[in-house]
Antibody
Framework: EVQLVESGGGLVQPGGSLRLSCAAS????????MDWVRQAPGKGPEWIGR??????????EYAASVKGRFTVSRDDSENSLHLQMNSLETEDTAVYYC???????????WGQGTLVTVSS | AIRVTQSPSSFSASTGDRVTITCRASQGVVSQFAWYQQKPGKAPNLLIY???TLQSGVPTRFSGSGSGTDFTLTISGLQSEDFATYYCQQYYSYPFTFGQGTKVEIK
């Protein structure tokens, strides 16, 4: 069974940093691209970033809203995905989901999410 | 970025109804389009990808159609567990973008 479990969310002040993690199990993690998607309270999902697999040189893509502030990384030996978030803004308040990508396209499995609140 | 416009934003329906939700992309995305269902407090759940391919385990009352810029999700025979919010998404180009959502409520 595919499982994705996020952790690391919490309350942080504007300008602060936070690192989210996603523990994957039930599939060959190293084969898949992995994504982060966030959802602000009462809003629709917003895709924010992707990391490709080793075969594609672990290259990344980012949404303009987070580019230069957020970094997606992965550790295939630990089956884990990470999101380093710096220079956080109140607009970054959201539930953050990790998602598995299949065929480099569809987001077919999502974690349960972790809440990040940016507030003073 | 490709904008995805979803309609309606919400509506009420009864069990057994046939319901349709539409999305329009601001530019062509071929068939690289997906639909998700989301219930309160839960992650989105993939229903349909490639515009019309049913994800494994999803009931056959769900169907998708369209290509290019216009897409439709149809639920044929609404069940109680289908009352939820539905989102569409294009994955043709970065950044992947979602519609604003359609909340299906009980009449």
């Amino acid at each position: 069974e595919v499982q994705l479990v996020e952790s690391g969310g919490g309350l942080v002040q504007p300008g602060g940093s936070l690192r989210l993690s996603c523990a994957a199990s039930g599939f060959t993690f190293s084969d898949h691209y992995m994504d982060w998607v966030r959802q602000a309270p009462g809003k629709g999902p917003e895709w924010i970033g992707r990391i490709r697999n080793r075969a594609n040189s672990y290259t990344t893509e980012y949404a303009a809203s987070v580019k230069g502030r957020f970094t997606v990384s992965r550790d295939d030996s630990e089956n884990s995905l990470h999101l380093q978030m710096n220079s956080l803004e109140t607009e970054d308040t959201a539930v953050y989901y990790c998602a598995r990508s299949t065929s480099g396209k569809i987001l077919d499995y999502w974690g349960q999410g972790t809440l990040v609140t940016v507030s003073s | 970025a490709i904008r995805v416009t979803q309609s309606p934003s919400s509506f009420s329906a009864s069990t057994g109804d046939r319901v349709t939700i539409t999305c329009r992309a601001s530019q062509g995305v071929v068939s690289q389009f997906a639909w998700y269902q989301q219930k309160p407090g839960k992650a989105p759940n993939l229903l349909i990808y490639a515009a019309s391919t049913l994800q494994s385990g999803v009931p056959t009352r769900f169907s998708g159609s369209g290509s290019g810029t216009d897409f439709t999700l149809t639920i044929s025979g609404l069940q109680s567990e289908d009352f939820a919010t539905y989102y569409c998404q294009q994955y043709y180009s970065y950044p992947f973008t979602f519609g604003q959502g359609t909340k299906v409520e009980i009449k």
